[in-house]
Nanobody, 116 residues
Framework: QVQLVESGGGLVQPGGSLRLSCAAS????????????MAWYRQAPGKQRELVAT???????NYKDSVKGRFTISRDNAKNTVYLQMNSLKPEDTAVYYC??????WGQGTQVTVSS
């Protein structure tokens, strides 16, 4: 069974940091994770889901303008895992963060709350 499992969310004060992880397992991921583009999305209450960052199979990255310079997406193909390092967090970063694989798979989401 194909799964994307996120972890690392939580409550953090403005200016703080969190590192999200997304572990891919099952089925085809075992053999093709390294050639699969991955992404992080987020959805705040009452808003549409939006793309935050992407990482291609060759590790080329792209970011939403509002997170450039603060967030870093990376991947460890040996562990079938993609990460999102989030620094200098702001209250407007509060959302449920979802991992997405470019095969149409989504994780269950992890809550990130930035509040004092």
């Amino acid at each position: 069974q194909v799964q994307l499992v996120e972890s690392g969310g939580g409550l953090v004060q403005p200016g703080g940091s969190l590192r999200l992880s997304c572990a891919a397992s099952g089925g085809i991921f075992g053999s093709i994770f390294s050639s699969t583009a991955m992404a992080w999305y987020r959805q705040a209450p009452g808003k549409q889901r939006e793309l935050v960052a992407t990482i291609a199979s060759g590790s080329r990255t792209n970011y939403k303008d509002s997170v450039k310079g603060r967030f870093t997406i990376s991947r460890d193909n040996a562990k079938n895992t993609v990460y999102l390092q989030m620094n200098s967090l702001k209250p407007e970063d509060t959302a449920v963060y979802y991992c997405h694989a470019d095969l149409g798979y989504w994780g269950q989401g992890t809550q990130v709350t930035v509040s004092s």
